[in-house]
C-alpha cells in the first residue's frame, strides 16, 4: 500500500511538471497496446440570452440626512438623475440656523466692537496713560470674542450654510434660515424620500443615492448551463456596448433547478437600479467537454486525461462536471476541440508513466 501511495505521488509530480508531462510512443507501440483516441465532443455554452436585472453594490447606497429638523421647500433634482459634488439638491428651511445665524450675527458685531476697544487701549497703553494689565485685559476679551464668531460660524456652517452664504448675511445683516443643501459626492439620485412642503426630523433620510458608477447584474441560469461558467467569465449585455465579469453564485438563493449568479459592470452610469437586461454568455474561459467514460483517469485523486498528439502523449488535468448517460461532462482550460482524447489504452499508458516515475 505504502509503495502505492508512493508511486502515485510520483506519477502526479510527473504529469504536473512541464518537463515530465510528456510520454513518448510512436504509433507502432501505440497500436501494440491497444491506444485509441477520439475527438472530445465540445459541449457550447446555449445560445439563447438570459434575463439579468441591475443591481447596485450594497455598499455603495447612501442615504442623506441631516442632524437638525428642517422644512423641504423645493427639490432641484430628479429621480436618477447623475449628480456631481457641489451640486444644489434641495431648498431647505431650518429654525435652528436662523437661530444659529442670529446667534453668529450677534457675536460679529460684538466682536467688532471689542476689537475697536482694544485699538483704544492699545493706543492709550502706547502712551503710557494706562496700566498694561488694563491693556491685556481688552486683548484677552478680543481674543475670546473672535473665538465666540469662530465657532457661531462653525455651527451655521454644520447646519447648511456655506462661506459664499455666510458673507451674503454680512452684507444684508440679517439672520436667515434657508439654505441649499449641496451633494458631497457624485453619484445618481436614486429615490427622493421627503416630500416637499413637509418637515423632515434628524436622521430621517431626505434621499437616497448610488455614488460610483459600478452596477451588479443578477441572472439565474439551469443547473446544467451554470456548470459552465467560472467566475472571471465575460459576459455581454445586448443592445450595449457593456461587458460583465461574473463574480461567481450566490449559494443562498440556489435552488435544484436554477442557480443565481452575480456579475459586475463597470463605467455603467446610464444602468438603472431595478432594470432588466438581457445577458448573453460568450466566451468562457475554461472550455468544456463531453468524454467517454473510460477516458478519465485519476492521478493523486486529480481528474485527468490522457491526449495524444502523434508520436507524444500528454497529461491534461480536467475539472469533471458531472455525468451523462455516454460519459463525463469535463471543463479543462487547456484541452482543445481538435485534441485527441485516448479512449482505450489508459491503463497501459498510466502503467508506463508508473515504471518512468520508478526510474
Not at 16 to 22: C, Q
Not at 103 to 111: F, Q, S, V
Request: overall charge neutral; hydrophobic content about 40%.
Amino acid at each position: 500500500m505504502k509503495t502505492f501511495i508512493l508511486l502515485s505521488v510520483l506519477l502526479f509530480n510527473l504529469s504536473m511538471a512541464a518537463s515530465a508531462n510528456a510520454l513518448t510512443l510512436d504509433r507502432a507501440t501505440q497500436e501494440k497496446l491497444g491506444i485509441q483516441s477520439q475527438i472530445p465532443l465540445p459541449l457550447p455554452i446555449a445560445s439563447q440570452q438570459y434575463p439579468a436585472q441591475v443591481v447596485l453594490p450594497q455598499q455603495s447606497q447612501q442615504n442623506i440626512s441631516l442632524s437638525h429638523t428642517v422644512t423641504l421647500l423645493n427639490w432641484r433634482i430628479e429621480p436618477y438623475q447623475a449628480i456631481q459634488s457641489g451640486q444644489a439638491l434641495a431648498q431647505l428651511f431650518s429654525s435652528t440656523l436662523l437661530e444659529a445665524s442670529h446667534t453668529w450675527l450677534i457675536a460679529r458685531n460684538r466682536e467688532q466692537l471689542v476689537d475697536q476697544q482694544l485699538k483704544r487701549e492699545a493706543s492709550l497703553f502706547e502712551q503710557g496713560l494706562i496700566p498694561k494689565k488694563r491693556f491685556d485685559v481688552a486683548q484677552s476679551e478680543a481674543q475670546q470674542a473672535q473665538l465666540t464668531t469662530r465657532m457661531a460660524a462653525q455651527q451655521c456652517l454644520h447646519l447648511g450654510l456655506t462661506e459664499k452664504e455666510l458673507k451674503n448675511m454680512i452684507a444684508q445683516g440679517t439672520p436667515i434660515g434657508e439654505f441649499t443643501l449641496l451633494a458631497k459626492v457624485s453619484g445618481r439620485v436614486l429615490k427622493l424620500e421627503a416630500t416637499q412642503g413637509h418637515s423632515i426630523s434628524p436622521g430621517e433620510p431626505l434621499l437616497s443615492y448610488q455614488s460610483g458608477d459600478t452596477r451588479w447584474l443578477e441572472f439565474a441560469l439551469p443547473a446544467s448551463e451554470a456548470l459552465k461558467i467560472s467566475a472571471g467569465d465575460k459576459l455581454t449585455i445586448k443592445d450595449t456596448a457593456y461587458s460583465a465579469t461574473l463574480v461567481g453564485q450566490q449559494p443562498e438563493r440556489n435552488t435544484a433547478q436554477k442557480v443565481m449568479f452575480l456579475a459586475k459592470v463597470e463605467q455603467a452610469t446610464d444602468l438603472m437600479p431595478g432594470q432588466w437586461v438581457s445577458l448573453q454568455l460568450n466566451s468562457p474561459s475554461l472550455k468544456t467537454f463531453e468524454i467517454p467514460r473510460q477516458a478519465l483517469i485519476h492521478i493523486n485523486h486529480q481528474a485527468c486525461l490522457f491526449v495524444v498528439h502523434h508520436d507524444q502523449i500528454d497529461t491534461v488535468r480536467v475539472e469533471r462536471l458531472g455525468s451523462t448517460r455516454s460519459g463525463w461532462q469535463v471543463r479543462a482550460s487547456t484541452l482543445n476541440e481538435s485534441d485527441q482524447v485516448i479512449v482505450q489504452g489508459t491503463a497501459a499508458v498510466k502503467a508506463l508513466l508508473d515504471g518512468e516515475a520508478r526510474e
